[in-house]
């Protein structure tokens, strides 16, 4: 799957060890997010991410998250990334997994205590 990043901070974030250090809390974070990152690139489509199991964890969020996907990174700590490219919804709003090959990733963060 391609990836892109909706800014130059959020892809400096996941293609600098560095620069992800200052905004997880720890190396084993880290660790979990890069290995996170690479696991998306092997993958064709959304449909081939099995959801809701490990190592990501892959779901849709809701309310005032909707149409965004969230992968699992270790605690309450998600990468956030929404359909990018050329793909297919459904009646009801959310995206057909199967015609999703770019993701673009929005945020690495704890949304839990929002």
Partial sequence: ????????????????????RKVLPNDEHIKRFLALLQNLHTHQTLADIPIHT??????????DRKGFWAATIKGKWRVCFRPAGECRYKPDGSVVPQTV??????????????
């Fill in 54 to 63: 490990s190592p990501l964890h892959l779901h849709p969020l809701r309310a």
């Fill in 101 to 114: 090959t770019e993701i673009e990733i929005v945020e690495i963060v704890d949304y839990h205590d929002d």
């Fill in 1 to 20: 799957m391609l990836i892109g990043y909706v800014s130059k901070r959020v892809e400096a974030i996941c293609t600098s060890v560095e620069k992800a």
